[in-house]
C-alpha cells in the first residue's frame, strides 16, 4: 500500500439475508495511516425493513456508526461518538433489539462503559407543517425503518377525535 512496509490490510465480510437471498458485504481497511478498524456490526432482520449497521473508527478518531440498507446496500446514515478532551469514544458492541426497533451500542473511553440506545426508524419530513382538522389534505411523512406490519396506521390530528387512516411509505 503506496510502498509503506508496516502498512496493514484488513478484510471483513459481513453476510446478511433478506427474502431468502443472501448478501455479503466486504469491508477493506488500507494502509495504516487510513487504517479503519471495524469494531461492531449488527443486523436489524425486521421484515421488510433490512438495515445494516458497523461500527469502525481510524486511530485518532471516535467512532462512527454506519447504516446501510441490506437490500441495496446504500449508505442511510453515519453518526459519530464524541471526544471528550483529548479521548475519543469507541463503540465496542451492537445489538438489535427487535421488538422495540432499538439499536444497542456499548461505547467506551479509558474510565467508563455506557450503553447508548438509537431508533432503528426515522421520520425525515412531513409535509405540509400545519394542516386543517377538517380533512381532505394529504399529509406525507418520509422516513426509513418503517414495517410492514403496522396494521392499520393513522395520523391523529391533536384530541384524537381527527385520526383519519393513512398510507405509509418507506423511503
Do not use: I
Amino acid at each position: 500500500e503506496g510502498g509503506n512496509s508496516n502498512a496493514s490490510v484488513t478484510n471483513t465480510v459481513v453476510q446478511t439475508q433478506e427474502n431468502g437471498l443472501s448478501r455479503s458485504v466486504g469491508l477493506r481497511s488500507g494502509s495504516a495511516a487510513s487504517a479503519l478498524t471495524v469494531t461492531a456490526a449488527a443486523v436489524d432482520e425486521t421484515p421488510g425493513v433490512g438495515l445494516l449497521f458497523l461500527a469502525m473508527h481510524a486511530a485518532d478518531e471516535p467512532s462512527r456508526l454506519y447504516k446501510w440498507r441490506t437490500g441495496t446496500f446504500v449508505l442511510t446514515g453515519v453518526a459519530t461518538l464524541a471526544t471528550v478532551g483529548a479521548e475519543h469514544e469507541r463503540c465496542t458492541g451492537l445489538r438489535v433489539v427487535g421488538s422495540g426497533r432499538e439499536l444497542q451500542l456499548t461505547v467506551v473511553t479509558s474510565s467508563s462503559v455506557t450503553v447508548r440506545s438509537l431508533n432503528t426508524f426515522g421520520v425525515r419530513s412531513v409535509v405540509p407543517s400545519v394542516v386543517d382538522g377538517a380533512g381532505g389534505t394529504v399529509v406525507t411523512v418520509t422516513g426509513e425503518g418503517f414495517t410492514t406490519d403496522l396494521g392499520e396506521p393513522s395520523c391523529d390530528f391533536g384530541d384524537g377525535a381527527a385520526a383519519v387512516p393513512a398510507t405509509v411509505l418507506d423511503n
